[in-house]
């Protein structure tokens, strides 16, 4: 079976832009259990650094990381269908 990989990249980029917008939410709406459970995430203390975000900052970021989510889908199929062939 062959993957369509423009449909896999669009796939892959709108699945990570719909988390990164949850995400974000989170963040502003919660943001000292956010910076908790980064912390614990990432094993360092998060809290003493602090958020910092603002609405151009959550669009840009959301819109680059989508765009390298929807390239890596894309890279992800090609090389799936070269295996598979």
Known sequence: MKLNEKAFALACAAAF???WV???VLVMVMP???S???GNMLH???KSMGWH???IGVFIGGFLWALLMGITGWLIAKI????SS
């Open 32 to 34: 000292d259990m956010m």
């Open 17 to 19: 832009a719909i988390v």
């Open 22 to 24: 949850v995400c974000s």
């Open 44 to 46: 360092t203390d998060w």
């Open 53 to 55: 975000m603002s609405f």
């Open 36 to 38: 908790g459970m980064t």
């Open 80 to 83: 799936y269908n070269m295996q």
